[in-house]
């Protein structure tokens, strides 16, 4: 699976978007990308995930760029239970695990 | 998110211990995953089980065994425990959908201290 990088923390007034970049400049052409997030050591939480195509749910929206080579996760009204780790994680169809790297500290302040 | 369950939730248990985490799942996942926290860093993969019948390593399988019990049902054995198994343990699901994605189902996890 390939490689990803994030920055380690950012900080986003409640309110407004947090918008969480991704590095996967070594990604495949049948690799997914994830995004979970973990709220104080609570199970990890799937929040969405795209191939190619921007994707949006009722959580997120995922934006990843032509080449594919990064993307950034956008939490559009951030609230203060949005504070926590957001991974990225880049994944072959069908693998058998998630390689979940240090993530992204999300502070979502008043 | 009810669908996966763990017990127990916490754990403190004495080295050369045996004790088994289990895992139960009502999404109706063929697919069941073990893997282990420890502070500050990333999850590892245990074990996985693709059905009933199948049961494959990852990447810190020793020490370790599971036991796939039904398809709801998914066990974590440590035959004897040492300090160095404390961490927080997470089972996950997901279903199998041939060529496309199957995202993974975290359960709440178990916190298990080895003393």
């Known amino acids: 699976d390939a490689k990803t990088t994030q920055p380690t923390s950012m900080d986003c007034a409640e309110g407004r978007a947090a918008n969480l970049p991704c590095n996967h400049s070594?990604?495949?052409?049948?690799?997914?990308v994830y995004w979970y997030r973990q709220i104080h050591s609570q199970g990890p939480q799937y929040i969405i995930h795209g191939l190619k195509n921007n994707e949006t749910n009722e959580m997120a929206s995922l934006i990843i760029t032509e080449d594919r080579k990064s993307s950034t996760l956008i939490l559009p009204h951030a609230t203060l239970r949005d504070t926590a780790v957001y991974y990225c994680?880049?994944?072959?169809?069908?693998?058998?695990?998630?390689?979940f790297g240090a993530g992204t500290i999300l502070r979502v302040k008043s | 998110d009810a669908d996966v369950t763990q017990t127990p939730r916490n754990r403190i248990t004495k080295t050369g211990k045996r004790i088994m985490l289990e895992c139960s799942q009502t999404?109706?996942?063929?697919?069941m995953y073990w893997y282990r926290q420890d502070p500050g860093l990333g999850l590892r993969l245990i074990y996985y089980s693709f059905d009933v019948k199948d049961i494959n390593k990852g990447e810190i399988s020793d020490g370790y065994s599971v036991s796939r019990q039904a398809q709801a049902k998914f066990s974590l054995s440590l035959e004897s425990a040492i300090p160095n198994q404390t961490a927080l343990y997470f089972c996950a699901t997901s279903e199998n959908r041939g060529g496309s994605s199957d995202t993974q189902y975290f359960g709440p996890g178990t916190r298990l201290t080895v003393l």
């Open positions: 999404k109706g996942h063929d697919r």
């Open positions: 070594t990604i495949s052409g049948n690799e997914y």
């Open positions: 994680i880049v994944r072959v169809v069908n693998g058998n695990k998630l390689v």
